[in-house]
């Protein structure tokens, strides 16, 4: 069964264990004020706000993890949350667990300063279907990145009735489900395919972020010793982004006309209109999705 955590700032960045794959509540909380009221209520005998405290303390919350309780994060993963290096990180343990973590998500809460907030959202797995599932997921975000940040940008939200913190986790569970039924573990660049092994263990898929090296990702999140793949952000086809896979395309043309001049050949009209005619099929195939 599937564990969700978040590296998320309310009153400061946290580690957090969200919930996991088998709970039913639509939404779970982060009320950090509720010791307070509960502490205020008592000394001021006030009845009411007894009550409103008494009502938040059965909601499900958020955790936050702490040396003692790591609430199922395997104990590998420690880097996860304070080191970078990595847009989307796939990492099969030889215990048997497996990661998958998503980085720099741009939430639709805002700071004081009305900036987006950053954060982590990371799934943990201890079973072969759960590391089946999360390699699927993990080419899925690799490849419709676009469109996993604008789901996961609505996760959190900030209650101002319960003044706290709010995490959809329904919404999640909806998304991983939805999303590992219709998605396979492959990741398409500009100059091959990459499929996740699920069956291999001490492993790991970096989707590296543009201006970073593999070696650099590997030595922020101590993967030294596991055998890694990297894949350049920069080459990976935007399948839900079809300016930047035009784009790209066109770097792809400018550069086999480059080297074709330089051998005093052209790059035929026919191997033009087959490549555009991929990406027409691409942009209608995915608009109409």
């Known amino acids: 069964m599937l564990s969700y955590y978040s590296y998320y700032s309310v009153g400061g960045y946290k580690d957090m264990f969200l919930g996991n794959a088998g709970m039913k509540e639509k939404d779970v909380f982060f009320l950090p004020l509720l010791a307070v009221w509960k502490k205020r209520a008592e000394s001021n005998h006030d009845d009411v706000l007894m009550e ?13 993890l702490n040396q003692s309780e790591s609430y199922g994060l395997p104990a590998e993963a420690d880097r996860v949350f304070s080191h970078g290096g990595y847009k989307v990180m796939y990492v099969a343990y030889k215990s048997g667990e497996t990661l998958l973590a998503i980085r720099d998500i741009e939430g639709e809460e805002k700071d004081e300063a009305g900036r987006a907030i950053p954060f982590l959202v990371a ?10 599932m999360l390699g699927k997921l993990a080419a899925y975000m690799a490849t419709y990145m676009a469109t996993t940040e604008r789901v996961f940008s609505g996760l959190f939200e ?19 489900r939805k999303t590992a039924e219709s998605s396979s573990s492959v990741i398409l660049t500009l100059h091959s395919e990459h499929k996740i092994d699920i069956e291999q263990d001490n492993a790991a898929w970096i989707i590296v972020p543009n201006g970073l090296d593999l070696k650099l990702a590997m030595e922020e999140q101590g993967l030294q010793t596991m055998k890694v793949t990297g894949i350049s952000l920069e080459e990976i086809l935007p399948l839900d982004d079809s300016r930047r896979m035009q784009v790209l395309v066109k770097s792809i043309l400018t550069y086999r006309q480059g080297k074709n001049m330089k051998k005093g050949k052209l790059w035929g009209s026919f191997s033009l209109g087959l490549l555009f005619g991929f990406i027409a099929g691409f942009i209608c195939g995915w608009q109409t999705k």
């Open 52 to 64: 409103k405290v008494q009502k938040l303390s059965v909601l499900p919350s958020i955790r936050l």
């Open 123 to 132: 799934l943990a797995g201890t079973t072969p279907d759960d590391r089946r």
């Open 158 to 176: 900030y209650d101002p009735e319960k003044n706290g913190l709010c995490f959809h986790l329904g919404a999640l569970n909806d998304w991983v």
